[in-house]
C-alpha cells in the first residue's frame, strides 16, 4: 500500500527531481543509463523502479538477457568496458560508504568516459538513487500485470 504521492503533496520537490531526470536523459546514452538505472534501482530494492526501467529498456529493443544479467554484471559477458565501468561506478556511489568511491573505480571510468560524460553519470546515479529513495519509502508500487 502506498503512503504518500510526492508529486502531489511536494508538488516543487518533486518537478526538481524530475529537472535533473530531464537532464540525464537529454545527456546521457539511453542504454547506459537504463542500466545504471536498472542496476541501482536493484540495489536499493525498488521493486516499482526495477520494473519501469526494465519495461522502458525492452521497449527500446534492449536484450532481456542484458537486463537479466544487471543483477550479476561482473560474471556476464554481455557488456562493453565503458557498461561495465558505468555499472561499477554505480555500484559504489549507490552503496557509499565510508570510504566513499574507491580510486580503481573512478580512474577505470575516467579512462574511458570524458569529464563531462563522468559528471553526467554521476548526476544519473544520483538522480535514480533520489527516485529509488522516495518510491520505497513512499511504498510505491509497480502497476498490476496484465
Given at each position: 500500500?502506498s ?7 511536494a508538488?516543487e520537490?518533486y518537478?526538481a527531481?524530475l529537472?535533473?531526470?530531464?537532464y ?7 542504454t ?9 534501482s536493484m ?8 520494473d519501469?526501467h526494465?519495461r522502458e529498456?525492452?521497449?527500446?529493443g ?8 544487471v543483477?550479476a554484471w561482473?560474471?556476464?559477458p554481455?557488456?562493453?568496458e565503458r ?14 560508504g565510508e570510504?566513499?568511491?574507491?580510486d580503481?573505480v573512478?580512474?577505470a ?5 570524458s ?13 535514480i ?6 518510491a520505497v ?5 509497480p502497476?498490476?500485470?496484465?
Amino acid at each position: 500500500m502506498s503512503r504518500i504521492d510526492m508529486a502531489a503533496v511536494a508538488p516543487e520537490a518533486y518537478r526538481a527531481v524530475l529537472g535533473l531526470e530531464k537532464y540525464v536523459r537529454a545527456n546521457v546514452d539511453r542504454t547506459v543509463l537504463e542500466l545504471v538505472k536498472l542496476r541501482a534501482s536493484m540495489l536499493n530494492g525498488c521493486a516499482f523502479c526495477v520494473d519501469m526501467h526494465s519495461r522502458e529498456a525492452l521497449e527500446a529493443g534492449e536484450d532481456s538477457r542484458r537486463l537479466f544479467a544487471v543483477a550479476a554484471w561482473r560474471e556476464a559477458p554481455f557488456f562493453d568496458e565503458r557498461e561495465r565501468t558505468a555499472l561499477a561506478l554505480t555500484d559504489s556511489v549507490t552503496r557509499l560508504g565510508e570510504h566513499g568511491v574507491p580510486d580503481d573505480v573512478w580512474d577505470a571510468a575516467a579512462k574511458v568516459w570524458s569529464e563531462k560524460e563522468l559528471a553526467d553519470l554521476v548526476t544519473a546515479i544520483a538522480t535514480i538513487n533520489v527516485w529509488n529513495r522516495v518510491a520505497v519509502t513512499c511504498r510505491t508500487q509497480p502497476p498490476a500485470l496484465d
